[in-house]
């Protein structure tokens, strides 16, 4: 149990991931080790295929259509939420570490702002979900899409999928993965998101967009649980582990030796296993999102 507290939670801009969104095409930022960049492999390792890479929405296509009973079953769900159903459910968990999200960034941040398409919540058996950057399926696993705005996350990836690429589906560390794509729209806001796109390869700007918006899911939880009102009980190094456990699980060298494949740093966008600890540990030990600068030397 990480939340303390009870009572409904703010679910305003936490919706269903079916339906909606925009149409075109932009740079659509992955978390958890699933990227535009990386997923192909991803994707093979997990389910054999790689049916999950992003495409260009077509007008009157993709997810922007009807919405599924499943989504409406989602939404209804994510109305019922409350601080005790995020201790022990998925979607309630992801609508709450928002909330703390939101109330935590203003004061470490000033001009802070939510993201205005805000989180969107994929049920499972969902297809897939249409944002400004594209029309992503279920296999993408988490992003951030910063055209509009919008944090994605996939019920069935928080569950299981992160499990089975050997990280922890633990609260904590879900919470983690929830942070890590708040830390690309805190990105978005003081303008370093589009450093992501500079060169390829271990040093690439891409890589140090990963590391930074992991440093920003460590200053977030350095603050969640302080002071008057926090959301989140003090932390317990177990806790910290568990984010550290996927931390680990979805750096670029380990997935590609989970996927039988030697590491080749030229191919990585996120970042080794050993940095992507090295910035979550960076921002969660110094509260400090000035210290999470990853574009400076050596990462």
Same mark, same amino acid.
Not at 135 to 143: I, K, N
């Given at each position: 149990? $990480? ?26 930022? &992955? ?21 999950? *890479? ?12 009807? *919405?599924? %009973? ?11 939420? =409350? ?11 992801? *609508?709450?570490? $928002? ?19 805000? =989180?969107?919540?994929?049920?499972? +058996?969902? %297809? ?41 589906? #633990?609260?904590?560390? %879900? ?15 003081? +303008?370093?998101? &589009?450093? #992501? ?20 899911? +460590? ?10 009102? #926090? ?24 997935? %590609? ?14 970042? $080794? ?12 030990? $110094? ?13």
């Amino acid at each position: 149990m $990480t939340f303390q507290g009870n009572g409904p939670l703010d679910t305003s801009d936490v919706s269903s991931g079916g339906g909606g969104g925009g149409m075109g095409r932009g740079m659509m930022i &992955g978390g958890g080790g699933i990227g535009t960049v990386v997923i192909g492999l991803i994707i093979y390792f997990l389910t054999g295929s790689t049916g999950g *890479v992003p495409q260009q929405a077509s007008p009157g296509g993709g997810a922007g259509g009807a *919405v599924s %009973q499943a989504d409406q079953q989602m939404d209804q769900h994510i109305k019922s939420c =409350t601080i005790e159903l995020a201790n022990t459910d998925t979607a309630c968990r992801i *609508v709450a570490t $928002t909330n703390s999200l939101n109330k935590v960034w203003p004061t470490v941040l000033k001009g802070y702002r939510p993201p205005k398409g805000g =989180t969107k919540i994929m049920p499972t +058996g969902a %297809q897939s979900i249409n944002t400004a950057c594209g029309v992503a399926s279920a296999d993408t696993g988490p992003f951030y899409c910063p055209r509009d705005e919008v944090a994605v996350f996939q019920i069935d990836f928080m569950d299981r999928v992160i499990k089975r690429m050997g990280g922890s589906n #633990a609260p904590f560390s %879900q919470e983690y993965i929830v942070a890590h794509e708040f830390g690309h729209h805190v990105q978005n806001l003081i +303008g370093t998101i &589009g450093k #992501a796109q500079a060169g390829v390869g271990a040093q690439s700007g891409s890589v140090r967009v990963e590391l930074q918006a992991d440093c920003f899911a +460590g200053v977030w939880a350095a603050h969640a649980d302080k002071g008057q009102g #926090a959301m989140l009980k003090p932390l317990n190094q177990q806790e910290i582990s568990s984010a550290i456990t996927t931390a680990q699980a979805i750096g670029d060298d380990t997935i %590609q030796r989970n996927a039988g494949r030697n590491p080749n740093p030229e191919s990585f966008s996120h970042g $080794t296993s050993a940095q992507r600890v090295k910035w979550f540990s960076q921002g969660y030990q $110094t509260g400090d999102y000035q210290q999470c600068n990853t574009f400076v030397g050596t990462v």
